[in-house]
């Protein structure tokens, strides 16, 4: 494994106990992170998605992490699978967010909220690798107002027929499933979460979003609802609830992402170690430089702040899952969870922009090892919830009820 993540991985185990089937995963995680280093930089310069990320996963039994031993997977609690997330985002964002859609939006939404015969039904085969799952939110004018949606459902037969758009979709293209939120047509009513197969006549992807700032190796799409047919059974959750099925998945996305930023800061700071003690200017080398250490000492310090921060989060998560029906523990791990997101992009953003520095004219080409986490850590700022919900989020868990910005 890499030095600075071995290091957490060895602290972890001491404080907290990491058992040999936990370990093997992280063994895994990392074997799957070193043979992916090809692919994705070679894409990455290419700007285009990486097909490979999942095909490594399910070589390695990581596609299905968290996901129940009873039903195919590794059955990782909530900090194994940040320390798994922390590994493969040393990869870069491209990996993690194709990870943490596919396994902390997906697999664990319908592992909390699906039926028995629903859990049997996808989460053997999205373990396996046989499928891909993605997360339908987000609208051309919907983002972090869900309650603005525009797509909706009405009856069809033994089922329902759902129509409308879906913007800025990871995994759209190529998911062979996806958790889609809609509003009823007619008579009002909340919002549903359905599961659709995107084999469905209706559903059309129409493009995949390459002009992104960063993020090449990720999918990215926009897609199309044209009386997309899901049965009765496809309900996640209950019909009307549909918020309570896309705040959770977003609480678990939002540790999943936190973790990829950490790895995305022990990357930059392994890569700018390497750097600045090699290269020359001024005749020493340029770590020597007091401001360059400056930029050094930032990196270092924002990563043993925010990896553990998404560790207590996860493991909050992990206290909530034992005791489900706990509001106060399940409010602390949401409060965590959007502390450790809102820190972890902020200073993985910052991190990745030092890091540039650090490199001078070179960092400025996606030929360099730390342009690319420039690029892709941006968006970790707007994903999963923007640094301004997070603010909000956070600022009212500690005014208390009433003081909420927005419902």
């Known amino acids: 494994m890499e030095v600075l993540f071995q290091a957490s991985v060895d602290e972890v185990t001491k404080l907290i106990g990491l058992e040999k089937r936990e370990l093997d995963i992280l063994e895994d995680a990392d074997a799957a992170a070193n043979e992916l280093l090809v692919s994705e930089f070679e894409k990455y310069v290419e700007r285009k998605y990486n097909p490979e990320i999942p095909e490594v996963l399910k070589r390695h039994n990581l596609m299905g992490v968290p996901i129940e031993e009873k039903y195919g997977g590794r059955g990782a609690r909530q900090l194994v699978q940040a320390l798994f997330l922390e590994r493969m985002g040393q990869s870069g964002m491209g990996v993690i ?17 699906g039926t028995e ?10 373990a396996k690798g046989e499928a891909v799952l993605a997360y339908g939110l987000t609208e051309p004018e919907a983002g972090s107002d869900p309650a603005s949606l525009k797509t909706t459902y009405r009856r069809e037969g033994d089922g329902f027929s759902l129509s409308g758009s879906k913007y800025l979709i990871s995994n759209g293209s190529v998911a062979s499933n996806m958790i889609v939120f809609a509003y009823p047509e007619v008579g009002g009513g909340g919002l549903t979460a359905f599961l659709l197969d995107t084999k469905q006549k209706g559903f059309k992807v129409d493009m995949r979003l390459e002009e992104k700032i960063g993020l090449f190796t990720s999918d990215t799409s926009m897609l199309t609802l044209e009386g997309a047919f899901v049965s009765k059974e ?7 609830k ?28 392994n890569q700018v170690k390497e750097r600045v003690t090699s290269r020359v200017q001024h005749g020493k080398e340029i770590g020597k430089h007091q401001l360059i250490q400056k930029h050094v000492a930032f990196i270092e310090s924002s990563l043993e702040a925010c990896r553990w921060l998404v560790y207590r989060a996860a493991i909050k998560k992990d206290d909530s899952e034992k005791d489900p029906k706990s509001l106060p523990l399940r409010a602390e791990a949401d409060r965590l969870s959007a502390v450790a997101k809102y820190m972890a992009s902020r200073c993985a953003f910052e991190s990745a922009d030092r890091a540039v520095q650090c ?45 909420e910005a927005y419902k």
């Open 97 to 113: 967010t194709f990870a943490d859609v596919h396994q902390c939006l997906g697999s664990m939404s319908i592992q909390d909220w």
């Open 117 to 126: 015969e629903q859990k049997q039904r996808y989460l053997p085969r999205a």
């Open 234 to 240: 496809d309900i996640l959750g209950q019909e009307g």
């Open 242 to 269: 549909g918020f309570s099925v896309a705040y959770s998945a977003l609480l678990n996305g939002r540790i999943g992402i936190g973790s990829g930023c950490v790895g995305v800061m022990e990357d930059c700071l």
């Open 359 to 403: 490199f001078g004219g070179f960092g400025y080409s996606i030929m360099s090892p730390v342009a690319k986490h420039f690029l892709d850590t941006r968006v970790a700022r707007i994903y999963e919830g923007t640094d301004e919900i997070m603010e909000l989020k956070i600022a009212s868990s500690v005014l208390g009820k009433g003081y």
